[in-house]
């Protein structure tokens, strides 16, 4: 090799996320610029992470809250722009709709359990973030007011970014029939087989791991100092059994930490069973929660 020339190993690789170029941008729905397929990690041997990001049109009022959201899939399938099954006819989508509010919307990939066991996705949540607040300049976004925002395990994530260290800390979360105990049966979970979604996300049965699954439950991680958190979950869920948002919501109001419990009757998970009508109120108290909590952190 020439004296002075970089090795040619990495002239081929492509940019690193922290100082690659951000692809342009694409008009959205309500007035909205969308950026997709932005990379914002690597990771030896996996795919690289992307994110999409919705932004308001005009930015002239400074650095835009955002909404990191973490889709569900039982923590082995799904896309990171997919809010669930019930909001996927909507137009505008419910993205374009929390950027049409003037918060910023960045939807994160994360190693599935296929690809890599806890705590892979919690820790690529948080490259994201990192990410995020590295080109926070460029993309006009204030990172001190994040709101974490996630469906079923998307949800149990959110959860998890809300609860334990994170920076930068997010100052809300809202979880929609995320699971919050991966310790005990509940519902149709059953802790000793080595087949579940848990189990396969752990990387064994959660009964052989104890230590390990409660590492992974957000019930283990309340505490006094948690920021506030709206839970919404069906009454009828036969797949996350309801009792994970109560008793989660129940250890944080003991501890004196903000949380507000809103429990759906007739509703099945991912709000099956629901007139439209009633998602969309359900999303409506969401966005409204993430506005009041980045106008109270401003």
């Keep these: 090799m020439t004296p002075g020339l970089r090795p040619l190993r990495e002239l081929i690789a492509a940019p690193h996320p922290d100082v690659a170029p951000l692809p342009p941008a694409a008009r959205g ?29 005009n930015t002239g009022r400074g650095p835009l809250p955002l909404v990191l959201f973490v889709h569900g899939g039982a923590w082995l399938r799904g896309r990171r722009d997919d809010m669930g099954m019930r909001t ?10 929390i950027a049409a509010a003037g918060v910023a919307v960045a939807c994160a990939d994360y190693r599935l359990s296929g690809e890599a066991p806890f705590p892979a ?27 974490v925002w996630g469906e079923s395990a998307g949800g ?19 979880v929609w029939y995320g699971p919050a105990d991966l310790t005990a ?50 009454e009828e869920d036969s797949m996350v059994a309801c009792s994970h948002s109560r008793d ?26 629901l007139s439209g009508a009633q998602v969309e109120a359900v999303f409506d108290e969401s966005l409204r929660f993430v506005l009041r909590a980045t106008r109270r952190s401003a």
């Design 121 to 147: 996705p919690v820790e690529d949540l948080r490259a994201a973030l990192r990410w995020l607040g590295l080109r926070a300049r460029e993309l006009h976004l204030d990172l001190d007011r994040t709101v």
């Design 248 to 273: 989660l919501a129940a250890r944080l109001d003991e501890l004196g930490a903000p949380v507000r419990l809103r429990t759906v009757p007739g509703a099945d998970h991912g709000w099956y069973g």
């Design 88 to 97: 996927r006819d909507w137009d505008p989508g419910p993205f374009a709709r």
């Design 29 to 57: 729905a309500s007035g909205t610029r969308v950026l997709r397929g932005v990379p914002f990690a690597e990771r030896a041997g996996s795919r690289p992470l992307e994110l999409d990001l919705w932004l308001p049109e």
């Design 185 to 234: 049966a509940r519902g149709p979970f059953d802790p000793h087989s080595p087949t579940t979604p848990e189990a396969l996300l752990l990387g064994g049965p959660p009964a052989t791991s104890p230590d390990r699954a409660r590492e992974a439950s957000p019930l283990a991680h309340a505490h006094r100092g948690a920021p506030p958190l709206l839970l919404f979950h069906g």
């Design 156 to 174: 149990h994530l959110a959860s998890l970014l809300a609860l334990t260290r994170t920076e930068p800390a997010p100052v809300a979360g809202v």
